[in-house]
């Protein structure tokens, strides 16, 4: 039931995507929203579900990564209602409430916001087409965007970026089952990343910078410790990554005046995140560390304007506040427009709703399957190696169905599935998701490209060849 609602919900996003896209040639402009929500975690969507409740129809320009931090959490056990879930299913669940609810989500990021008049303007992007921007004017406007993960800045880390340094666990920690990791941090988002890399890992490491841990969830570290195959390294920090060029294999660490290095085959960071705010640091009130002031419940010093979740929220940082604020931030806004009653136009577009993609990609099932779709292939197979928890795989599923269909003929597309098809990740060192290889009709793999965005750009070249 779930994996069909989420479906649904990416076939609506696409469809309002393209009814708010602009064309090639320059920017369009839509008339006044009454609310644009800007972010698509958990604050941003129980707004949308509250204001579509409501009878205002809500924008949400959700970014690049649909579900927030959220969604990378492995295991949620302090959700009301859920005695434990991932944090993947959680947020399917409130994201398809906010569509059937009504909400109108884009898959786009926001690159500038002028709040200095009203309509405020709010100008965004498609998240896999630069090209392609448009304004959006709004009476109203809830910030949702999060907050991002630090980077060490050691020798190694950028090199080894996606090849075996990553931020989330969830994402990349299938990669390494049976296999050697490091979790870099001393607090709660390290205690997690390690708990569901034990689950998959020979070894898992936590290299702690200090001489305790600073957890609040004592009882997710004390399970930790008794578990065989984790061991805490205090005292000690990572000078530099060190790898074959296309793996890691060796951390350095300085413990005690001293250089040992450690042997592992893939680094986790989970050393906190900045507020995601440079859009709005000038135009609203912020504090020292880049946290957007809100005073009276999420309201911020522009009238109208509201922060919800970890862009407010130095201290908590917990999904059931970020939903609290979400509900508030949806309930002022709502007062605040009954103050100035605005056309709610966004309504218009649900009537024009229609299939935006086909489904001719083929989703393959074991090696047997593969090696008979790559031997009837007379075209190019271009083999999309994707899992089912990593956002960035979600976001490009429903745009290979749209090549599917354009590039028939000329190009065959598959998919794996890394979990249920672990013997062709290890045969093409899939290390980073999601990756496209490309196999010529015979059967030599002729190129590679790693992420959404390198991939959807090497496509629209061939469909430019076509």
């Given at each position: 039931?779930?994996?069909?609602?989420?479906?649904?919900?990416?076939?609506?996003?696409?469809?309002?995507?393209?009814?708010?896209?602009?064309?090639?040639?320059?920017?369009?402009?839509?008339?006044?929203?009454?609310?644009?929500?800007?972010?698509?975690?958990?604050?941003a969507l129980t707004s949308a579900i509250y204001l579509a409740r409501s009878g205002v129809i809500p924008i949400v320009i959700e970014g690049k990564m649909p579900g927030g931090a959220l969604s990378q959490s492995p295991?949620?056990?302090?959700?009301?209602?859920?005695?434990?879930?991932?944090?993947?299913?959680?947020?399917?669940?409130?994201?398809?409430?906010?569509?059937?609810?009504?909400?109108?989500?884009?898959?786009?990021?926001?690159?500038?916001?002028?709040?200095?008049?009203?309509?405020?303007?709010?100008?965004?992007?498609?998240?896999?087409?630069?090209?392609?921007?448009?304004?959006?004017?709004?009476?109203?406007?809830?910030?949702?965007?999060?907050?991002?993960?630090?980077?060490?800045?050691?020798?190694?880390?950028?090199?080894?970026?996606?090849?075996?340094?990553?931020?989330?666990?969830?994402?990349?920690?299938?990669?390494?089952?049976?296999?050697?990791?490091?979790?870099?941090?001393?607090?709660?988002?390290?205690?997690i990343e390690a708990e569901y890399l034990s689950l998959i890992a020979k070894k898992v490491y936590v290299i702690v910078r200090k001489s305790t841990l600073r957890a609040n969830e004592k009882q997710r570290e004390a399970?930790?410790?008794?578990?065989?195959?984790?061991?805490?390294?205090?005292?000690?920090?990572?000078?530099?990554?060190?790898?074959?060029?296309?793996?890691?294999?060796?951390?350095?660490?300085?413990?005690?005046?001293?250089?040992?290095?450690?042997?592992?085959?893939?680094?986790?960071?989970?050393?906190?995140?900045?507020?995601?705010?440079?859009?709005?640091?000038?135009?609203?009130?912020?504090?020292?560390?880049?946290?957007?002031?809100?005073?009276?419940?999420?309201?911020?010093?522009?009238?109208?304007?509201?922060?919800?979740?970890?862009?407010?929220?130095?201290?908590?940082?917990?999904?059931?506040?970020?939903?609290?604020?979400?509900?508030?931030?949806?309930?002022?806004?709502?007062?605040?427009?009954?103050?100035?009653?605005?056309?709610?136009?966004?309504?218009?577009?649900?009537?024009?709703?229609?299939?935006?993609?086909?489904?001719?990609?083929?989703?393959?099932?074991?090696?047997?399957?593969?090696?008979?779709?790559?031997?009837?292939?007379?075209?190019?197979v271009l083999v999309d190696f994707y899992a089912t928890w990593c956002g960035p795989c979600r976001q490009l599923s429903p745009k290979l169905e749209e090549f599917a269909k354009d590039l028939q003929g000329k190009a065959?597309?598959?998919?794996?599935?890394?979990?249920?098809?672990?013997?062709?990740?290890?045969?093409?060192?899939?290390?980073?998701?999601?990756?496209?290889?490309?196999?010529?009709?015979?059967?030599?793999?002729?190129?590679?490209?790693?992420?959404?965005?390198?991939?959807?750009?090497?496509?629209?070249?061939?469909?430019?060849?076509?």
């Amino acid at each position: 039931m779930l994996k069909t609602s989420w479906k649904k919900a990416l076939a609506f996003t696409l469809l309002t995507s393209f009814l708010f896209s602009s064309p090639a040639s320059g920017q369009e402009k839509n008339d006044a929203q009454s609310v644009v929500i800007i972010g698509g975690g958990v604050g941003a969507l129980t707004s949308a579900i509250y204001l579509a409740r409501s009878g205002v129809i809500p924008i949400v320009i959700e970014g690049k990564m649909p579900g927030g931090a959220l969604s990378q959490s492995p295991k949620v056990q302090n959700w009301p209602g859920e005695f434990e879930i991932s944090g993947m299913d959680l947020m399917d669940k409130i994201r398809s409430q906010a569509i059937q609810n009504g909400a109108i989500f884009l898959q786009e990021e926001v690159t500038d916001v002028d709040l200095s008049k009203h309509p405020f303007k709010i100008t965004s992007r498609d998240v896999y087409d630069p090209s392609k921007t448009h304004v959006l004017e709004a009476e109203s406007c809830i910030i949702a965007t999060g907050s991002e993960a630090k980077r060490l800045h050691v020798k190694g880390e950028s090199e080894y970026w996606s090849k075996g340094v990553y931020s989330c666990a969830i994402c990349d920690g299938a990669l390494y089952k049976g296999k050697t990791v490091a979790v870099i941090g001393g607090g709660d988002a390290a205690l997690i990343e390690a708990e569901y890399l034990s689950l998959i890992a020979k070894k898992v490491y936590v290299i702690v910078r200090k001489s305790t841990l600073r957890a609040n969830e004592k009882q997710r570290e004390a399970m930790l410790a008794a578990l065989p195959n984790v061991e805490f390294v205090f005292e000690a920090e990572i000078q530099e990554i060190k790898g074959s060029g296309d793996a890691v294999s060796q951390v350095i660490l300085a413990k005690k005046g001293a250089l040992s290095p450690l042997d592992v085959d893939g680094v986790f960071l989970a050393i906190g995140s900045h507020p995601n705010s440079e859009l709005f640091a000038k135009q609203l009130h912020v504090d020292p560390n880049g946290y957007i002031k809100v005073t009276n419940d999420c309201e911020t010093s522009i009238p109208g304007v509201y922060a919800v979740g970890d862009i407010a929220d130095p201290y908590f940082k917990q999904a059931i506040s970020a939903a609290g604020d979400g509900a508030k931030a949806a309930l002022k806004a709502h007062n605040y427009l009954l103050t100035a009653p605005k056309p709610q136009i966004a309504a218009s577009h649900s009537s024009k709703k229609k299939d935006s993609y086909s489904g001719k990609v083929i989703e393959i099932t074991n090696y047997e399957h593969f090696q008979k779709e790559i031997q009837e292939a007379n075209a190019l197979v271009l083999v999309d190696f994707y899992a089912t928890w990593c956002g960035p795989c979600r976001q490009l599923s429903p745009k290979l169905e749209e090549f599917a269909k354009d590039l028939q003929g000329k190009a065959k597309i598959l998919k794996v599935n890394i979990e249920s098809c672990e013997d062709l990740a290890m045969l093409y060192q899939i290390r980073s998701m999601p990756t496209l290889v490309v196999i010529d009709n015979s059967g030599k793999q002729v190129g590679r490209k790693i992420g959404a965005k390198d991939i959807i750009d090497y496509i629209k070249t061939l469909q430019v060849k076509r």
